[in-house]
T-cell receptor, first 111, second 117 residues
Framework: SQKIEQNSEALNIQEGKTATLTCNYT??????LQWYRQDPGRGPVFLLL?????KEKRKERLKVTFDTTLKQSLFHITASQPADSATYLC??????????FGTGTRLTIIP | DAGVIQSPRHEVTEMGQEVTLRCKPI?????LFWYRQTMMRGLELLIY????????DSGMPEDRFSAKMPNASFSTLKIQPSEPRDSAVYFC???????????????FGPGTRLLVL
């Protein structure tokens, strides 16, 4: 079965710097890869979706890349702010199959 | 739109008791998902419905777990009898289209935090 690894459980970044989170998967490449944000005591909130034939997707200060050769997605937050502190989840999906989530990376932006 | 609504938000019960979690999806959404989240295992899909019909329940851990969706605006997840290892946060999510096209966004509720003593 597909295994998803997010680089670390916790990541601390200085405010203003770029935060980079990693999502690695095994086996076959997913058709789609999604990133969600989860705040304490709340459900995950969708941020971005990238397809396997797309190399990069941007939304405001967020950027996601998808490298099917490395079997990896990178999630970047530029000019990070304390309000960006949260847990970020990646999720893989294939047509006809359910969405599979990673365990998440807890990001803390230090003022 | 109020988003996905779950109740109760917190539930504390004793081992052996029946627990019923409730979910109201976003109006107009065709798919509904039940997830369980723990520190050890992360977010796991238990079951999902499309147009009120259960499509995939392979994630339901045991016969003690059951889920129903009697209509498009309501679903329940029941645990009977409950055990301490069932302690987790249970999320309900809904999606506008069929659940496994791959591109649909899932909208999560706030979750029910369950503690079984």
């Amino acid at each position: 079965s597909q295994k998803i690894e997010q680089n670390s459980e916790a990541l601390n970044i200085q405010e203003g710097k770029t935060a980079t989170l990693t999502c690695n998967y095994t086996n076959y490449s997913p058709a789609y890869l999604q990133w969600y944000r989860q705040d304490p005591g709340r459900g995950p909130v969708f941020l971005l979706l990238i397809r396997e034939n797309e190399k990069e997707k941007r939304k405001e200060r967020l950027k996601v890349t998808f490298d099917t050769t490395l079997k990896q997605s990178l999630f970047h937050i530029t000019a990070s702010q304390p309000a960006d502190s949260a847990t970020y989840l990646c999720a893989l999906s294939y047509p006809g199959e359910k969405l599979t989530f990673g365990t998440g990376t807890r990001l803390t932006i230090i003022p | 739109d109020a988003g996905v609504i779950q109740s109760p938000r917190h539930e504390v019960t004793e081992m052996g008791q029946e627990v019923t979690l409730r979910c109201k999806p976003i109006s107009g959404h065709n798919s509904l998902f039940w997830y369980r989240q723990t520190m050890m295992r992360g977010l796991e899909l238990l079951i999902y419905f499309n147009n009120n019909v259960p499509i995939d329940d392979s994630g339901m851990p045991e016969d003690r777990f059951s889920a129903k969706m009697p209509n498009a605006s309501f679903s329940t997840l029941k645990i009977q009898p409950s055990e301490p290892r069932d302690s987790a946060v249970y999320f309900c999510a809904s999606s506008p289209r069929g659940g496994t096209s791959g591109v649909e966004t899932q909208y999560f509720g706030p979750g029910t935090r369950l503690l079984v003593l």
